[in-house]
């Protein structure tokens, strides 16, 4: 999974694409994307990461005050669209840009077609990650102007046992020591391959 989200991003970010992360809630889907931009292999080195997890149901307005925040676009005020989009657009023509819109579902169509308008831009270099559940996978779909631009569609699934012997140790010290049969039973048990499962595991072992 690590190498085909890595090709993924390199795919997209090389392309200035669209990329569709999705899978099941609590599958892993922010903590692959930790993972990837943590190893320092791929965008880090020579394109600007920028992080959104929008509130629930934003507007435009609040896209826009989101992405004013993350860009620390101090100077300009999303309050006045026109002057903004100016300087958001300035600024994401300086160098390449990576978007990673975490719950991209809470997105309504407008939010959409303001990442379009974005995306669209001849001056703008930009590369857009949405990470959705696979209930959110049908509203993205929906888009039509945008799913239409999205070059890479890549579902995390849970984690094969292989994968939680590897992944689980590096998720939580507490499971470094721990007897790699002991992590396969509470994952055949318990977790069955979900990262969301394995926090509340540890979380209760902890306490």
Not at 29 to 46: H, Q
Not at 52 to 77: E, H, I, S
């Amino acid at each position: 999974m690590f190498q085909d989200l890595l090709r993924g991003l390199e795919q997209t970010a090389d392309e200035r694409a669209i990329m569709c992360l999705y899978g099941d809630a609590g599958c892993g889907k922010t903590f692959a994307l930790e993972t990837v931009f943590a190893s320092k292999t791929l965008p880090a080195r020579r394109v600007r990461l920028v992080r959104l997890l929008p509130r629930p149901a934003p507007t435009a307005a609040a896209l826009r005050a989101d992405l004013a925040d993350a860009l620390d676009l101090a100077g300009a005020r999303p309050g006045e669209p026109e002057v903004f989009d100016m300087a958001l657009r300035k600024a994401l023509a300086v160098r390449d840009h990576l978007l990673v819109v975490d719950e991209a579902q809470r997105l309504d169509a407008a939010c959409f077609e303001y990442l379009r308008y974005l995306f669209d831009d001849a001056g703008t270099r930009l590369a857009i990650v949405l990470a959705v559940g696979e209930r959110g996978l049908a509203v993205l779909r929906r888009q039509k102007m945008l799913a239409s631009r999205t070059a890479v569609w890549l579902k995390v699934p849970a984690l094969t046992p292989r994968e939680v012997r590897w992944a689980i140790p590096r998720f939580h010290p507490l499971w470094e020591a721990s007897d790699p049969d002991a992590v396969d039973l509470l994952d055949t048990r318990l977790c069955h391959g979900n990262f969301r499962r394995w926090a509340q595991a540890t979380h209760h072992t902890l306490r």
